[in-house]
């Protein structure tokens, strides 16, 4: 079945601090992947998609880059403030013509807290 | 674009009541929600997907009789948590897919504010 892992948190930077938060997946065919940002009391938006290998998601100076190779997609930050500060997940779904029950679930990473001091 | 409301934001009820939520697309159709469960500190579990028109499929493990869904219209999906019990506490949160034409659809899924349940 499909699986997501993300890196165990809480991480802790300061400001303009480089950001990296690991995920790695586990799916058949090629799914599509995602990252989903909640910040407190809110519920989850999404910050950047990618849907085929080498794809490159951005969002609001955040990236990451669909790496089939190693079935991972890591989420980047060159410069965080401190309202980034939030919960990361990493989540992945189904393709459209993949077709069967799994259509379209996403699965999701058990989330990363991220705080970012001034 | 692409936004979803939920109603009520936060309900606090007496254990034994029934309680409903409703997910909403504002400026969009979406022929599939999804409804979630999301623990303190915790990732999201999915309870159930609820397609336009016909019956929600729950995931394993998940009470159907418990957990009444409705999805009446391309705009609205209802959650009804019938007899309310304390261990029902928790933060629901819906999604919607968006509906495109043609025969593929987006994989992208907008999720609402969420709804915290306290069963006292």
């Known amino acids: 079945g499909n699986s997501v892992t993300q890196m165990e948190g809480p991480v802790t930077l300061s400001e303009e601090a480089f950001l990296t938060i690991n995920c790695t997946y586990t799916a058949t065919g090629y799914p599509s992947l995602f990252w989903y940002v909640q910040y407190p009391g809110e519920g989850l938006q999404l910050l950047l998609k990618?849907?085929?290998?080498?794809d490159k998601g951005s969002n609001k100076g955040f990236e990451a880059t669909y790496r089939k190779e190693t079935t991972s997609f890591h989420l980047e930050k060159g410069s965080v403030q401190v309202s980034d500060s939030a919960v990361y997940f990493c989540?992945?779904?189904?393709?459209?013509?993949?077709?069967?029950?799994?259509?379209?679930?996403?699965?999701f990473g058990q989330g990363t807290i991220l705080t970012v001091h001034p | 674009g692409a936004v979803v409301s939920q109603h009520p934001s936060w309900v606090i009820c007496k254990s034994g009541t029934s309680v409903k939520i409703e997910c909403r697309s504002l400026d969009f159709q979406a022929t599939t929600m999804f409804w979630y469960r999301q623990f303190p500190k915790q990732s999201l579990m999915l309870m159930a997907t609820?397609?336009?028109?016909?019956?929600?499929?729950?995931e394993q493990g998940v009470e159907k009789d418990k957990f009444l869904i409705n999805h009446a219209s391309l705009t609205l999906s209802t959650l009804t948590v019938t007899s309310a019990h304390p261990e029902d506490s928790s933060f629901y949160i819906c999604s919607a897919r968006v509906r495109r034409e043609g025969p593929l659809v987006s994989d992208t899924q907008y999720f609402g504010p969420g709804t915290r349940l306290t069963v006292l």
């Open positions: 609820s397609n336009e028109g016909s019956k929600a499929t729950y």
């Open positions: 990618a849907t085929k290998a080498d």
């Open positions: 989540a992945l779904s189904n393709k459209p013509n993949a077709g069967g029950t799994s259509y379209g679930k996403l699965t």
